[in-house]
């Protein structure tokens, strides 16, 4: 296993453990400081308006929880992406290039990181607001003052919003699922592709081994070298996981995929 490989896994892992304790803490934000102040009649929710007020104090909730623990979470995840970029740089100088820390330096821009502020509007800021749980949980609410639910049944309803419970994966943890896990391969590819293209690389290893659901595509592929124009043709193809309209030179093998590719000069194999 390569240091690239111990960095992609400790990451992932770092990655879940801080999904994790967020979940706990947006429980502990919206139980103990949102549920708990709804009009209820005989353990009932009220059809009434003070109720359905309570919708239009989620976006400030969310807002409450950007500020108190989902800014320190970005900061980490985009100091992640930059150093995936890092790693790029780093291998291209172990095979005797002087790259310049100025190859790399539009990461920041791209990620919407400065400094430790996240600049409004950029990608870790959208992650960061959580547009799609916002209306999941707006929708449950509405849905649950106009049936007059019962608490219970209310609180048990919201609960998978924010916990994973087993196997069943909280919304949240599907959020970050579906928009941070990727970036983190995707950075790294991207990053390295962009410097083989720059400083005359035109080979590749498909790097990082194979898992117990590791898709034929990999299988096939995994510590074989081939060329970047051959490569190319790949994106005319179709397999398990691809992701849609993503050069394979960022994706690899696609959705969760771990593999990277490892560039090397024709004479060099």
Known sequence: MTDTDKWIQSTYKELDKRIAEQEDEFLDLFLNDYLSDFYVEDTTLKNSSGNYDKVNQINNKFDEAFET??????????GKLLEAGKISLDYF????????????????????????????????WNLGKMGELRQRLQEKVIQAVSASQKLNVFIRNVKPIFKTKGKDKSSLAKYYLKYAYQPVMSTLNSVSYKLA?????????????????????????????????????????????????????????????????????????
């Open 69 to 78: 623990f989902i800014f320190a979470f970005l900061l980490w995840y985009g």
């Open 93 to 124: 100088n172990s095979r005797g290039i002087a790259t310049n820390v100025n190859d790399i330096s539009y990461l920041r821009k791209a990620i919407g990181i400065e400094g430790k502020k996240i600049i409004k509007g950029s990608f870790l």
């Open 197 to 269: 293209l720059k400083y005359g690389f035109d080979s590749f290893v498909y790097a990082g081994g194979l898992v117990e659901k590791s898709r034929q595509f990999c299988i096939d592929r995994n510590e074989n070298e081939y060329t970047i124009s051959d490569a190319k043709k790949w994106n005319d193809l179709e397999w398990n996981g691809k992701i849609q309209g993503v050069d394979f030179f960022v994706q690899c093998g696609g959705y969760k995929c771990l593999h990277h590719l490892e560039y090397t000069k024709s004479e060099e194999l």
